[in-house]
């Protein structure tokens, strides 16, 4: 399953697909990207980062892709689980700003059927 | 290991209450950062703390919010004269070096102003 576009707030995948969750940034001066994971009740739970010097970045089943050129990144997440139902966030951070905070993205809640 | 911890989980304050948040870091972490998640809304950035100097507080959306570090470990996060629109979820993170790196997030501290 896949989410087409960064308004599109809900991804429901069935049990063992692959899902690829998508985030539009909004600033070309942004060289440090990150996506969290968000349970109800909790903190956001970091998932991978990658810098702007790459365009992928391999975790354990998962996978961050950077465009650049058309300021765009994605997560995919490998044979997704009950346990990867979540909001997913992306979040973006200007080197220039010097503090590292971060910028998020709206989210994306992720529904596993089983 | 510790992650960060927040007091109280939950606030309820009356309109017009002060209200004092805390936050307990990643020990050794020298960033710190304060974040405003409002309901179905991805975190917002509200200040900064490189050790005990407020570096950043561009995000706090206005004078009744202050925020203190004094010995750049625990962090306090005060608002004064409660409104309604201060509802939110209050979200502490650390980080172990200042620039972008991975922040470690807090469970949050729900406030709920009536």
């Known amino acids: 399953g896949e989410n087409v576009g960064l308004h599109l707030p809900t991804l429901s995948v069935q049990e063992g697909d692959n899902s690829i969750i998508n985030c539009a940034y909004s600033?070309?001066?942004?060289?440090?990207f990150i996506w969290y994971k968000q349970e109800s009740g909790k903190g956001p739970q970091f998932i991978i980062d990658i810098r702007s010097n790459m365009d992928k970045r391999q975790g354990q089943r998962v996978t961050v892709l950077l465009n650049k050129t058309v300021k765009h990144l994605s997560l995919q997440i490998a044979a997704t689980q009950p346990g990867d139902s979540a909001v997913y966030f992306c979040a973006e951070s200007h080197g220039s700003s010097n503090t590292g905070k971060l910028i998020f993205g709206q989210g994306t809640t992720l529904q596993v059927k089983p | 290991g510790a992650g960060v911890s927040q007091s109280p989980r939950y606030k309820v304050a009356k309109r017009g209450q002060d209200v004092a948040l805390r936050c307990d870091p990643i020990?050794?972490?020298?960033?710190l950062f304060w974040y405003q998640q409002a309901l179905g809304q991805g975190p917002e950035f509200l200040t900064y703390f490189q050790n005990e100097a407020q570096l950043d507080k561009s995000g706090l959306p206005s004078d009744r919010f202050f925020a203190e570090r004094p010995e750049g470990s625990v962090s306090t996060l005060k608002i004064q004269r409660t409104q309604q629109e201060d509802s939110a979820v209050y979200l502490c993170?650390?980080?172990?070096?200042?620039?972008?790196?991975?922040?470690?997030f807090g469970p949050g501290t729900r406030l709920t102003v009536t």
């Open positions: 020990s050794g972490h020298v960033s």
């Open positions: 993170a650390s980080s172990w070096d200042r620039g972008p790196y991975e922040q470690y």
């Open positions: 600033n070309s001066a942004s060289d440090y």
